[in-house]
């Protein structure tokens, strides 16, 4: 049964890759919010993690709120897959014109002059899509992907990031990545790590929205090997102006022999640099990767209170719910 099921799930990605793509951009956001709403109503183990950490840091919220942010959050955990089953055949042009970026002068300015760059980001928005601009609009990206079930599945994954023009290691399954990062900051790369959930039992506890968290040590252990600045990223979405969608629609685009699908969404990516994370002066080394994830866990909490309906946690990450 068990191999019946991990044969269903990538017969579902292998279906979403092919069938997604080609259809209208407005049939297949309707699609998914549709699904959304599905989830919403059916409940379910994972609906009800996003309900208590969405409760968590928006203690103020009435139940009635709570749910209506709940099902926002479907909605923009289901726009996630739609804009990632597309993403393929977005064009450099259409990626620029699909994010936002804020702050980004800093860490461009490192990476221009050939210094590595590493960033702390959380499940916010979509990071397969700014991992693929950055790829076209900032340096190549070389990040560490975990090592989902199936295996056919995670390799799907890899591919497809890997045909973004990203470079993925796995965190489990093979050598620690933590050597091979190094030396690509030390080259002057960009790694961007998803570190808003610690996945090694070896992350350090951090206070999130006033509340106990455990967090990936990563991306400060990563900047303190290699003396490159660490930048707190978010990811979130905002309604796209009507002037910018590509060819002025969000339905087709007429290119003299026809209309195609347009690529485009009533939504984009707001990709926001924090300032670089300053490193203590004194304390252990212990001391300093915690004090430089609490830093980076103070700049994505804000973006949570703002943006709440844009964090796709699914799983634990509060210490009150059992995490250790």
Known sequence: MSDLGDQATVLAYRLGWAAVRKLPARGAYALFDRIADLMHRRGGKGVERMRSNYARIRPELSPGDLDDLVHAGLRSYMRYWCESFRLPDRTADELAASVRVVGEQAPREALEGGQGVVCFLGHLGNWDTVGAWATHHLAPVTTVAERLKPEELYDRFVAYREALGMTILPLTGGQSPFRTLVRTVKEGGLVPLLADRDLTDSGVEVTLCGHPAKMASGPAALALATGAPLHPVTVTYEPTPA??????????????????????????VVLTFGPAVAVPDGGTRSEQITAMTQACADFLGAALREHTEDWHMMQRVFVADGIR
Do not use: F, W
């Open 243 to 268: 002037a910018t969608r590509i060819g002025g629609s969000t339905d087709t685009e007429d290119h003299g022999e026809g209309a195609r699908p347009n690529r485009a969404s009533a939504y984009r």
